[in-house]
C-alpha cells in the first residue's frame, strides 16, 4: 500500500521558485532559479488554480483542453502540500521552513493552541509570525507594479498579510471583473499579476476528484483561463500554476485517533491536516509516540521525528523560530490513507478529497506557459 515520497524542488522548481523566475524574466532581478527559466515579457500574470494537481491535469485531460494544451514542466509544492503553506512560499518565496506556515494548523510555541492559518483564528499579528520581505514587496521595491487580484472578502486577511504584502489588492467576486481588473493591471508593464482560483479545490474536497461536480469545474475553470490569455495583449505572458494536488480517501481508508486505543497516549496536541499530522509530544514521549503510530500505521504512512523530517529536507532550511510549531512527530500518509479525528476536526468526517502529504498525486503541480 506504501507510495513514494516526493522530496520538494526547493531552490530549483518549486512553487517558491515561481516569483523569482518571473522578476528574472521581467528584469527585475538577475539570477533565477536554474530549474525554471521563464521568457522575458514586458508583463506576467501568474494564475494559482487551488488544487489542480499535474497528475489530475494529465488523467482528465480531454476535460480542459485548453490548459492541457498548454507547455511547460511540473513542480512541485513544497510541504506541507497545502493551500496556506503554498500561497506563502508562492508570495514570499521561501520555502515553508522560512516563512513558517507549516500547516493548515501548527501549534503557537509556548501554547497548547493551534493557529489554522487559512481561518487566522488566534490573536497573532501575521507580520510577526511571518516576518520576512516577500518575494512581492521586493518587487514593489524596485519598481515592478505588483498586484494581487482576489476576492473581496481575502483583503486583509491573516493570510494575505504574511504572505502577499507588497501586492496592490483589487477585489474581484465575478469571473468578469476578475479577467477585466487582470488585464488594466498588466497593463501598467513592468507588471505582475497575481490571481486565484480556488473553487476546484472546493469541490474536490466535499465531492471528490473525478466526480461529476468536479470534472464540470474543471471544464468551467479551463474555459475561463482561456478567455482570460485571449483577453490579455500578446505582449502579456499567463504562467498558470497549482498550490498542490488532491487525493480521494474512501471510509475504509481512514483511521480515527480518538476510536484507535493508543493513538492519544503521549500526544498533547494534534495539528496538521488528516493527510500530514503534527503531533505534539508530552516531554519524553517523543520515542514511544513513534513506535505506537509506526506499528499501528504500518505501509499506510511515514511517521518521523521532528530532526528526521527536517533532515530529509521537508521544509527547506527550518528557521530557529518556526522549529517549534512543527510537531515533534510527522504523519504523511501514503496511497489513498487519511488520519481523521472526530473530536478536533470533525469537519474532515464529511470530507472527500485530501491533500497534504508527499505523494505524487499531490506533490506535483503545473507550471504552464501561455
Known amino acids: 500500500m506504501s507510495s513514494p515520497l516526493v522530496v520538494p524542488a526547493y531552490a530549483d522548481r518549486s512553487l517558491a521558485d515561481v516569483v523569482p523566475a ?75 521552513g522560512q516563512h513558517g506556515l507549516v500547516g493548515y494548523t501548527a501549534r503557537v510555541p509556548g501554547t497548547d493552541q493551534l493557529l489554522n492559518h487559512l481561518l487566522w483564528d488566534q490573536e497573532i499579528d501575521p507580520e510577526q509570525w511571518q516576518p520576512h520581505p516577500t518575494a512581492f514587496s521586493e518587487l514593489t521595491r524596485v519598481g515592478v507594479a505588483v498586484s ?8 486583509g486577511s491573516g493570510l494575505t498579510v504574511a504572505g502577499h504584502r507588497g501586492a496592490t489588492f483589487i477585489g474581484a467576486d465575478l469571473v468578469g471583473e476578475r479577467i477585466a481588473a487582470v488585464v488594466a493591471a498588466a497593463a501598467l508593464a513592468p507588471a505582475l499579476v497575481y490571481t486565484y482560483e480556488g473553487d476546484l479545490d472546493y469541490t474536490g474536497h ?109 521544509f527547506g532550511r527550518v528557521e530557529e523560530n518556526v522549529v517549534p510549531r512543527l510537531g515533534e512527530v510527522m504523519v504523511a500518509c501514503h496511497s489513498d490513507f487519511t488520519v481523521v479525528s472526530s473530536r478536533d476536526f470533525p469537519l474532515e468526517q464529511r470530507l472527500i478529497g485530501f491533500h497534504g502529504s508527499l505523494t505524487e498525486d499531490e506533490m506535483r503541480i503545473p507550471i504552464l506557459l501561455a
Open 148 to 155: 494581487n487580484v482576489n476576492k473581496r472578502h481575502f483583503d
Open 22 to 96: 518571473v522578476a528574472s524574466a521581467l528584469g527585475a532581478t538577475h539570477g533565477g532559479p536554474a530549474g525554471l527559466v521563464l521568457p522575458d515579457a514586458s508583463s506576467y500574470v501568474i494564475l494559482l488554480i487551488d488544487g489542480l494537481g499535474e497528475r489530475l491535469l494529465q488523467r482528465y485531460a480531454h476535460v480542459a483542453p485548453f490548459l492541457s494544451s498548454l507547455s511547460g514542466r511540473p513542480g512541485t509544492a513544497g510541504v506541507p502540500s497545502t493551500t496556506a503553506t503554498s500561497l506563502t512560499s508562492l508570495g514570499t518565496g521561501l520555502a515553508p
Open 206 to 314: 466535499r465531492h471528490g476528484v473525478a466526480s461529476a461536480e468536479w470534472l464540470q469545474q474543471l471544464a468551467a475553470i479551463d474555459s475561463t483561463t482561456e478567455q482570460l490569455r485571449e483577453a490579455l495583449p500578446s505582449s502579456v505572458r499567463l504562467l498558470v500554476v497549482a498550490d498542490h494536488g488532491m487525493i480521494d480517501s474512501p471510509a475504509e481508508r481512514r483511521i480515527d485517533v480518538d476510536t484507535t486505543p493508543g493513538l492519544r497516549d503521549g500526544v498533547v496536541l494534534l495539528g496538521g491536516e488528516a493527510r500530514f499530522r503534527h503531533l505534539y509530544c508530552r516531554n519524553g514521549a517523543v520515542a514511544d509516540v513513534v513506535a505506537t503510530w509506526r506499528e499501528r500505521l504500518g505501509e499506510d504512512a511515514t511517521v518521523l521525528t521532528r530532526d528526521e523530517a527536517i533532515g530529509r529536507g521537508w
